[in-house]
């Protein structure tokens, strides 16, 4: 529907491990941002990839990275998981007629025991 | 300080009934400002951009007072469908800069019969 497609939709980590989680959306979104958003909170952004380099990162550790390939695609990896990782990652591309307004993805929701 | 705060809410209201929120913002150089809705479990989905001069969309109402550094969202006529969490959000950037989009952590409106 939003044209941007996230996966997994779900998944549980343990302390320590690694994940990577997947954007895909239509041809023309050139940015594609990232946002966590922790239970109860509204989200917070982690960084923005455009022409598949980052463009600006929020307040989060090296330990977050990504990645935008040239058919748009982008993934978000993190690292040495941890407790207060757990949260529903979204993933936003900025509409090609209002460059400053974002369409999201219906996001992975990330569990870390 | 938190950059967006909004009312805590939760708002309970009757179909029917008339409810405005509140959002105050710290940067006084912010470009644009939004207001999302997102249903439980969902992402978030733009209801409206806000304007200095204010604007209308049917039964949405956003105000913008740069001034005071204020947005307001008015739902007239509250339906059982406008429960949701709304996200005031505000873009410290250029007009076709929507890196790092900072949100509110959202007021949440259940609408009752």
């Known amino acids: 529907e939003t044209g941007v497609t996230q996966s997994p939709t779900h998944l549980i980590k343990t302390r320590g491990q690694q994940v990577t989680l997947r954007c895909s959306s239509q041809s023309g979104h050139n940015t594609v941002s990232w946002y966590q958003q922790a239970l109860g909170q509204g989200p917070q952004f982690i960084f923005q990839y455009y022409r598949e380099e980052e463009n600006g990162r929020g307040n989060f550790p090296p330990r977050f990275s990504g990645l935008q390939f040239p058919n748009y695609s982008s993934e978000l990896n993190v690292n040495a998981l941890e407790l207060d990782d757990s949260a529903l990652y979204l993933c936003a591309v900025g509409r090609p007629s209002g460059a400053n307004v974002l369409t999201f993805g219906a996001g992975s929701r990330l569990t870390v025991l | ?113």
């Open chain 2, 1 to 113: 300080r938190k950059e967006v705060e909004q009312d805590p809410g939760p708002f309970n209201v009757p179909e029917g009934a008339t409810v405005a929120f509140n959002c105050t913002y710290s940067n006084s150089a912010s470009q644009s400002f939004f207001w999302y809705r997102q249903d439980c479990r969902k992402e978030p989905k733009l209801l409206m951009s806000v304007y200095s001069s204010g604007n209308e969309d049917g039964r949405f109402t956003a105000q913008l007072n740069r001034a005071s550094q204020y947005i307001s969202l008015l739902i007239r006529d509250s339906k059982l469908s406008d429960s949701a969490t709304y996200l005031c959000v505000v873009n410290p950037g250029g007009a076709y800069n929507n890196n790092d989009m900072r949100f509110g952590a959202g007021t949440r409106l259940t609408v009752k019969p």
